[in-house]
C-alpha cells in the first residue's frame, strides 16, 4: 500500500498521512531495516573485516561509549526511558554510583508515585478482602442463588444488590421494590434531577447513589453524559472514588485499578531497574488476564507479592514464589491435577464405576500443562535437555499443588489426598515421596541447572544488551548465575561491567515494546496523569494489553514482533495525541523557556517568537538529549513550517502562548490544526525513528 494512502486515526484531530511522508519514510527505512545497518556496523567495526573502497562498507568504527551518550545508552535499557533532568542527575552523582543505587533501591525516594498510587487503595488489599469488598460475577451469582450472604447493609450491601440486578437476564422490577422504585426506574433521570446530585458534597453524593435502588442507579449512570459521569466523581477521594466505582462494576474496578497502578510505577517509580525488572519477569512468568473471573483478583497479589518483591533477588526464591502463587496454578492448571495413583483419583475411580459411561484412562486427572512451561519457559529453555518423560514426573511431583477455594480468594494450597505417591525421577536424578518438599527440590533442582543460568542470561541479555547477544557474554552472565546461587542483581552487575554492553554499535539499536515506547513518551514529556485509561487503551492498540498475552511465553523483546508499517501509524497517532492534549486526563506543557512579560511590551515580534530551528532544539534537548538524525529533523521542521503556513495570520503566535492552567484541548479542532505548533513538532519527535529506538 502506498504510504500517502495511509490511514491515520488521530482522534478528533486527524493528521493525514501525505504530510508526514517525510517522516514515516525515514521511520520505515531506520526501523523496518534496522537489522541490515546494525550488521553493516558491526561488521564494519570487526578487527577481521577487511577494507574495500568506495561506498559500500560505512565509515563506522565500533568503540565503547562514553561521555553523555554512555548515560543515556544505561538510561534508554535500566529504565523505562529518561526524564527532563535525568542526564544530568546522573552524570552529577556517577553512571556506577547510580546503578548500583538502582540494585538497591529500598533508599530512593517514592513520594511522587505514592502520590499517584494513593488513587488506587484496592490494590494494597489482600486477595479475600479483595474478592469480598469488590465481589466477582462468581460470588455474586453464589449470593444471588442463596449459597453465600451479602452484606446486610452499607454501600457493600448496595454493591452486592447493583451486582445481583446487573447479572439478572431479565430487569423487572422485583416484588420488594417499592411503586414509586419502579417507576422512577421506567424512565431516564432528568437533567435537573443530575445536577442536583453532581452539586451535592462527595460523601453526600455517595450515600444518595448509595440509597438508590438497583433500576435507578442504572438508569441514573445510564442518563449521565460523559463530561457528567467525569464530574461524578472528580472531587472525590480515593475510597469514595472506588465506591462509586463498585457500585457500578466491581470486577472493571479490579481491573482498572490493576493496570493503572502498573503504568503509574512505570512512568513515576525512581527504582526504576526494579519496575523494568518486575515487567521482565512479569513477562518471563506470564499470566493471562482473561483466563478466568477470578485472574485479575489473583494477580494483584501476583505482581505485588510475588513479583515485585523478588525482582532484584534470588531466582530461585522468585521461581518458588511464582510456583505457590494461584495466579500460576491457576493459569496452567496445576490447581486441577490429581496424580492417578493418589487417594482422590481412586476415589474418583470408584465412583465412575457406579456410573455408565466412558473408562478412564489410566492418567486421567494429571495435568502436565505447568510441568512443561515450567522447563521449557521458567528455567531450562525449549533445548535444555529434559524429555517427555521428565515432563510426566515434574507433572506428578506436583500433584496436589493447588489453591484453597478460589472463587474466594484463597492462597495456596497442599492437598495430600491429590498427591501421587512413590519415588519420581527427572533429569537423571531420583526425587523420593516427601510430599509438598517434592516441589520444593525439584525447584532447587531446576533453579540450579546450567542449562538454567544460559536461559536466563540470554533472555536478559536479549532484553538489555542487542537481539542477538553474544555467546561469550552470555556464557559470563551464566557463570556469574552459578557462582552467586542466581542471585539476580549479580548477574546484571556482570552485564552492566561487560564491554559488549557498552559497544557504539548497540547504541539505540532495540525497538521499543509499546509499553516502553508509551512509558517513555509519558516520560520524556513530563506527563501530568490523572487518568492513565488512554495510556492502557493505546497499548491495547499498539498489540500489547497488559496481562494481555494469551499463550503462556509471553511477549517478545526483539524487533520482529514490533515493526511494521501499521504499528507506526498507531505510535504516531499517539505520540501525536499525547503532545497535543487530546487524551482525557493527561496533560503536558511544552511552553518555551522564554520572557512571556515580553510579549506585552513594545519589543519587534521576532525578538520574542521562537524560529522553528529553536523550538526543534529546544524540545530535542527535552524529549531526546541524544540528539536526531538529520532525516528526522527535516522532515518534522518541513512539517513544523507547513503548519505554520496554513494557519490565518495572528497578532501573536500561538506557539508561544501560554495556556491558562484549567485549559483543555478543544476536541473539535478542525483536522490538521493544533492549539499550539510546539505541540505538533513534540508529537513528530515523539513519534520518529530516534524515539522509537533505545
Known amino acids: 500500500m502506498p504510504l500517502k494512502h495511509l490511514p491515520v486515526r488521530f482522534q478528533s484531530g486527524a493528521l493525514a498521512i501525505e504530510s508526514l511522508h517525510g517522516l514515516v519514510a525515514a521511520f520505515l527505512c531506520f526501523t523496518l531495516c534496522l537489522p541490515a545497518p546494525v550488521l553493516a556496523a558491526q561488521q564494519a567495526a570487526s578487527p577481521a573485516s577487511p577494507k574495500t573502497s568506495g561506498s559500500l562498507r560505512p565509515k563506522y568504527v565500533s568503540g565503547q561509549l562514553q561521555g553523555n551518550e554512555r548515560i543515556l545508552h544505561a538510561l534508554d535499557r535500566f529504565t523505562f526511558g529518561p526524564r527532563p533532568g535525568d542526564l544530568e542527575g546522573v552524570r552529577a552523582m556517577g553512571l556506577e554510583k547510580w546503578f548500583d543505587q538502582q540494585l538497591q533501591p529500598k533508599d530512593l525516594d517514592e513520594t511522587d508515585l505514592n502520590t499517584h498510587l494513593a488513587n488506587f487503595p484496592a490494590m494494597q488489599w489482600n486477595s479475600q478482602d479483595l474478592f469480598f469488598a469488590l465481589p466477582s460475577n462468581p460470588i455474586v451469582r453464589q ?115 490493576l493496570l493503572a497502578e502498573r503504568m503509574a510505577r512505570d512512568i513515576y517509580s525512581n527504582a526504576q531497574l526494579q519496575e523494568v525488572m518486575t515487567d521482565f519477569w512479569l513477562n518471563h512468568f506470564s499470566v493471562y488476564l482473561n483466563k478466568n473471573e477470578q485472574m485479575p483478583y489473583y494477580l494483584v497479589s501476583y505482581e505485588r507479592d510475588v513479583i515485585r518483591p523478588n525482582a532484584l533477588g534470588n531466582f530461585e526464591d522468585l521461581l518458588e514464589a511464582v510456583a505457590h502463587s494461584p495466579a500460576m496454578l491457576l493459569y496452567l492448571d496445576n490447581a486441577q491435577s490429581i496424580g492417578p495413583h493418589s487417594p482422590a483419583a481412586r476415589r474418583a475411580k470408584m465412583a465412575a464405576t457406579r456410573r455408565p459411561g466412558p473408562k478412564r484412562k489410566a492418567d486421567a486427572g494429571l495435568n502436565e500443562n505447568y510441568a512443561r512451561e515450567l522447563m521449557e519457559l521458567h528455567t531450562l529453555g525449549v533445548n535444555g535437555g529434559y524429555t517427555q518423560a521428565d515432563v510426566i514426573q515434574v507433572a506428578r511431583i506436583l500433584t496436589g499443588w493447588t489453591v484453597d477455594r478460589p472463587q474466594l480468594g484463597g492462597g495456596f494450597l497442599f492437598a495430600p489426598q491429590r498427591h501421587e505417591p512413590g519415588t519420581k525421577k527427572v533429569l537423571g536424578k531420583k526425587i523420593k515421596e516427601n510430599g ?53 542483581p549479580t548477574v546484571l552487575k556482570t552485564l552492566f561491567d561487560s564491554p559488549e554492553f557498552w559497544e557504539a554499535s548497540d547504541y539505540r539499536s532495540k525497538v521499543k515494546t509499546p509499553l516502553e515506547f508509551v512509558a517513555s513518551a509519558a516520560r ?64 503536558v506543557e511544552w511552553a518555551p523557556d522564554l520572557d512571556m512579560s515580553s510579549l506585552d511590551s513594545d519589543a519587534p515580534l521576532q525578538q520574542v517568537i521562537p524560529t522553528p530551528q529553536s523550538e526543534e532544539a529546544r524540545l530535542v534537548g527535552l524529549l531526546m538529549p541524544g540528539g536526531i538524525s538529520a532525516a528526522t529533523k527535516s522532515a518534522a521542521l518541513e512539517e513544523f513550517r507547513a503548519q505554520i503556513n496554513r494557519r490565518p495570520a495572528l497578532a501573536r503566535p500561538v506557539a508561544i502562548q501560554q495556556p491558562a492552567p484549567s485549559a483543555k484541548a478543544s476536541n473539535s479542532a478542525p483536522a490538521d490544526t493544533y492549539e499550539r505548533e510546539d505541540q505538533l513538532l513534540a508529537g513528530l519527535l515523539l513519534g520518529s525513528p530516534e524515539f522509537q529506538r533505545r
Open 524 to 587: 520524556a514529556s513530563n506527563a501530568n496523569i490523572d487518568n492513565f485509561q488512554p495510556l492502557v487503551n493505546a497499548l491495547r492498540q499498539m498489540g500489547m494489553p497488559l496481562y494481555g498475552c494469551i499463550q503462556p511465553n509471553g511477549y517478545g523483546w526483539t524487533a520482529a514482533g514490533w515493526v511494521s508499517t501499521g504499528a507506526l501509524v498507531d505510535r504516531m497517532n499517539f505520540a501525536l495525541a499525547l503532545a497535543a492534549n487530546r487524551l482525557p486526563g493527561i496533560t
Open 436 to 488: 509438598e518438599m517434592e516441589g520444593r527440590e525439584l525447584l532447587h533442582l531446576l533453579a540450579t541447572r546450567p542449562a538454567t543460568a544460559q536461559f536466563i542470561s540470554r533472555k536478559l541479555a536479549v532484553r538489555f544488551v542487542s537481539d542477538d547477544p553474544p555467546q561469550a557474554l552470555v556464557d559470563r552472565m551464566a557463570k556469574s548465575y552459578l557462582k552467586s546461587g542466581g542471585n539476580i
Open 143 to 257: 449470593v444471588a442463588s442463596g449459597r453465600f450472604q451479602a452484606p446486610q447493609s452499607g454501600i457493600l450491601h448496595a454493591v452486592y444488590e447493583n451486582q445481583i440486578y446487573r447479572l439478572q437476564p431479565r430487569r423487572s422490577p422485583s416484588p420488594e421494590m417499592s411503586a414509586a422504585a419502579a417507576s422512577a426506574a421506567q424512565s431516564a433521570f432528568d437533567q435537573a434531577s443530575i445536577q442536583r446530585i453532581l452539586a451535592l458534597p462527595p460523601e453526600q453524593r455517595v450515600n444518595r447513589l448509595q440509597s438508590m435502588q438497583p433500576p435507578q442507579f442504572e438508569s441514573f449512570i445510564k442518563s449521565l453524559r460523559p463530561v457528567q459521569r467525569q464530574a461524578l466523581t472528580a472531587d472525590m477521594r480515593p475510597d469514595l472514588k472506588e465506591a462509586v466505582d463498585a457500585l457500578e462494576n466491581p470486577e472493571q474496578t479490579v481491573v482498572r485499578e
